[in-house]
């Protein structure tokens, strides 16, 4: 069974860019999350959607962060426009039930 | 404000030494309980969980982990360690909602190196 994927592993870009993170769960689990560690900090939560439909975003730092999930299977992240304190690495994981697994991750840099 | 605190930044340790590494959390209901390990170059791995029953749970690689309610904690140990256990530890709690929100609340993990 494939797990948790994350494209691109790695993204540079300019500050006032825009990026989009894609995040493809694991096959049947209707939960996926959205995590993002900055650096030296804890991994913070960002949101959660349970299908197609955002359960809870009330980690989403501000507006210029877009959560989709179309047709409750894959989900994109965009940053829009990225700032420098955006850098970090944004996790996804997806859920059955209790247990989230997680993907490898991508880590974005703002420069 | 509730949270996860985990006390250790950077643990070193030498091959075969015992390990504990503690992890304190704020919230008053019930919760589900992880640790996560993530190894150099590779994604967030489960090691272990507690939902209910037995407090000592037992998880991978020989790692186990026990729950004192009364102490708000849920320390990860193992008896003695490999230098293949060098990674970053990290402790997650998910309070329980009503309404079935299922975010983790991490703490601010723990670095384990071992020397062989």
Redesign the interface.
């Known amino acids: 069974e494939a ?2 994927t994350q494209f691109p592993s790695h993204s540079v870009i300019e500050k006032g860019q825009t990026v989009t993170l894609r995040c493809d769960p694991i096959s049947g689990h209707d ?1 996926l ?1 959205w ?1 993002r560690r900055v650096m030296g ?5 960002l949101l ?1 959607f349970v299908k197609e439909s955002k ?2 975003e009330s ?1 989403m730092p501000n507006n210029r962060f877009l959560a989709e999930r179309t047709g409750g299977t894959y989900s994109t992240l965009k940053v829009q426009p990225a700032e420098l304190e955006d850098s970090g690495v944004y ?1 996804c ?1 997806s ?1 059955q039930r ?8 991508t880590r974005l840099t703002v420069l | 404000a509730q949270s996860v605190s985990q006390h250790n930044h950077h643990v070193i340790l030498s091959e075969a030494a015992s390990l504990e590494l503690g992890c304190n959390y704020s919230y008053g209901g019930t919760v589900n309980l992880f640790w996560y390990v993530q190894y150099p170059g590779q994604h967030l791995q489960l090691l272990l969980k507690y939902f209910s029953g037995d407090p000592l749970v037992k998880g991978i690689k020989g790692f186990e982990a026990e729950f004192i309610k009364s102490k708000f904690s849920f320390n990860l140990r193992k008896p003695s360690v490999q230098w293949s256990d060098t990674a970053e530890y990290f402790c997650a709690v998910n309070p329980e909602f009503v309404g079935g929100a299922q975010k983790l609340v991490f703490g601010q993990g723990t670095r384990l190196t071992i020397n062989p």
Do not use: L, M, R
């Open positions: 797990g948790v939960n999350y995590y900090k804890e991994i913070k939560f959660h359960q809870d980690g996790f994981a859920s209790d247990t989230q697994y997680f993907g490898p991750g």
